[in-house]
């Protein structure tokens, strides 16, 4: 029997394209972003424009294109759509607001709490041992783990690096000193019960998470009430992780 390589109908390039939902205001961004850094380093060429590469970076952080289909379609190697990538994200990265200044931003425009959530940004799962941080038993699925605080309006004001899944909310919030960071800018929070016992200060806390049921004792109906308004406060905070999802 002769065996061959080659494919019975031969091989077919084929280029597709995709709309990824993102507004020209965040593609004008990043490849404004890009341009003032190549200048900046004085580099003098790139294989594709900025605006391109910009697009390329937006399909594969949105639509999770693989590296290898971006390049075949944009004729560069994956290891260069690879590194506009992590370029772009460092670019990025290095424009985050740090959390102490956001929160001064928030006081100082007469705001008096803030709204802070926990949530899972699912991801593929990794094969191997390497996995498994990113697992999250709460969620029941792989993905990263952020912090977030906005206004009472859900307005994003910060948020922390991503963590593995496994992360708790608690854990994340101490790590980032962000009970510290509330009281220098004189800040209250309005939390969930994930972020329980982060503020030991039962008659004055900087964060209000409600009250928690256990199997000897039952919340009262004050307790249910207030849990009840609290949800109300913190239903911004929730709007503006579908908007950051999305």
Same mark, same amino acid.
């Not at 639509?63 to 759509?81: C, E, F, K, P, W």
């Not at 772009?88 to 929160?103: Q, T």
């Not at 799962?125 to 009472?152: C, F, Q, W």
């Not at 800040?187 to 009250?211: H, I, K, R, S, Y």
């Given at each position: 029997?002769?065996?061959?390589?080659?494919?019975?109908?031969?091989?077919?390039?084929?280029?597709?394209?995709?709309?990824?939902?993102?507004?020209? %205001?965040?593609?004008?961004?990043?490849?404004?972003?890009?341009?003032r850094?190549?200048?900046?380093?004085?580099?003098?060429?790139?294989?594709?424009?900025?605006?391109?590469?910009?697009?390329?970076?937006?399909?594969?952080?949105?639509?999770?294109?693989?590296?290898?289909?971006?390049?075949?379609?944009?004729d560069?190697?994956?290891?260069?759509?690879?590194?506009?990538?992590?370029?772009?994200?460092?670019?990025?990265a290095?424009?985050?607001?740090?959390?102490?200044?956001?929160?001064?931003?928030?006081?100082?425009?007469?705001?008096?709490?803030?709204?802070?959530?926990?949530?899972?940004i699912?991801?593929?799962?990794?094969?191997?041992?390497?996995?498994?941080?990113?697992?999250?038993?709460? %969620?029941?699925?792989?993905?990263?783990?952020?912090?977030?605080?906005?206004?009472?309006?859900?307005?994003?004001?910060?948020?922390?690096?991503?963590?593995?899944?496994?992360?708790?909310?608690?854990?994340?919030?101490?790590?980032?000193?962000?009970?510290? %960071?509330?009281?220098?800018?004189?800040?209250?929070?309005?939390?969930d019960?994930?972020?329980?016992?982060?503020?030991?200060?039962?008659?004055?806390?900087?964060?209000?998470t409600?009250?928690?049921?256990?199997?000897?004792?039952k919340?009262?109906?004050?307790e249910?009430?207030?849990?009840?308004?609290?949800?109300?406060?913190?239903?911004?905070?929730e709007?503006?992780?579908a908007?950051?999802?999305?």
């Amino acid at each position: 029997m002769t065996k061959t390589k080659e494919h019975a109908g031969g091989t077919v390039s084929l280029v597709y394209q995709c709309r990824p939902p993102l507004s020209t %205001h965040t593609l004008t961004y990043l490849a404004d972003l890009l341009r003032r850094y190549l200048k900046a380093i004085r580099s003098r060429w790139r294989a594709l424009p900025s605006g391109r590469i910009a697009t390329i970076v937006l399909a594969v952080l949105r639509h999770d294109q693989r590296l290898a289909d971006m390049a075949g379609g944009n004729d560069v190697s994956a290891t260069t759509v690879r590194r506009w990538r992590d370029e772009l994200l460092g670019l990025l990265a290095a424009k985050a607001p740090r959390l102490d200044r956001a929160l001064k931003k928030v006081a100082r425009r007469g705001g008096e709490v803030v709204l802070i959530g926990g949530t899972l940004i699912p991801t593929q799962r990794r094969t191997g041992l390497a996995n498994r941080p990113n697992y999250s038993g709460k %969620h029941r699925r792989h993905g990263l783990h952020v912090i977030a605080l906005t206004d009472e309006r859900g307005r994003l004001v910060w948020i922390s690096a991503a963590r593995p899944g496994r992360t708790h909310d608690i854990t994340a919030a101490r790590r980032d000193r962000i009970l510290a %960071h509330l009281g220098a800018a004189g800040l209250g929070a309005l939390a969930d019960l994930g972020f329980l016992g982060l503020a030991d200060d039962g008659d004055d806390p900087v964060v209000v998470t409600g009250f928690k049921a256990t199997r000897a004792r039952k919340l009262t109906p004050a307790e249910k009430e207030a849990n009840r308004v609290l949800a109300a406060g913190r239903a911004p905070v929730e709007r503006g992780f579908a908007h950051l999802k999305n």
